[in-house]
């Protein structure tokens, strides 16, 4: 009788964990982007006809590839500058919302070239970066024990290491408020802070 316990403990499986709302939605959200990209590339082709389709189509691929070629070299720029003097405050460059408009304008399409457009552009630009701003704050303040979310995981680390900047350096210590007496040489032992 122990032996058939033991064996149908062993051959529970675990349960599996769950989902993220996010991680639910995203598929679908990826379904629907790719029927509207196809739906929209034929209905331009029906308008313009296929040729110039295709011509537009291979021009973004060429834009977003200047896009994201002219951002990284503004990104290396940056860090020259960063490298020689790393007190100085480096304005935002915008970097990675350039680089993903790049990628977007390269992806077939006019719905990801229309979204690439709103990136690029200063005035939408600010409104993409005030909902980023607002989806990392939801992120990083959610409940969610390390772990179990990835994103959250991912935007708490990047929250740790934008909080040591510029080199990285922690000081390990302690606060100790002075005794009110008489003040002289401190003489009092302390043991040495363990890393």
Do not use: C, N
């Amino acid at each position: 009788m122990e032996w058939i316990r033991t064996v149908s403990q062993q051959a529970t499986p675990a349960r599996p964990t769950r989902r993220g709302r996010l991680a639910r939605i995203v598929p679908l959200l990826i379904a629907v982007w790719l029927v509207l990209e196809i739906w929209l590339v034929t209905v331009v082709a029906g308008w313009v006809g296929w040729f110039l389709t295709l011509v537009l189509l291979l021009a973004g691929v060429f834009l977003g590839g200047t896009v994201i070629k002219r951002a990284g070299a503004r990104a290396f720029r940056a860090a020259v500058e960063l490298s020689k003097d790393p007190q100085s405050a480096q304005p935002q460059t915008g970097t990675s919302m350039t680089v993903l408009a790049g990628v977007l304008l390269i992806l077939p399409g006019f719905l990801s070239d229309l979204l690439a457009a709103t990136l690029l552009l200063p005035p939408t630009r600010a409104v993409w970066r005030a909902v980023a701003r607002r989806l990392t704050g939801s992120v990083l303040r959610s409940t969610a024990p390390v772990g179990a979310d990835r994103f959250a995981d991912a935007m708490r680390l990047q929250e740790q290491l934008r909080i040591h900047r510029p080199d990285g350096k922690i000081v390990q210590g302690e606060v100790v408020d002075p005794p009110a007496g008489p003040k002289g040489p401190d003489t009092e032992y302390r043991p040495p802070i363990a890393p």
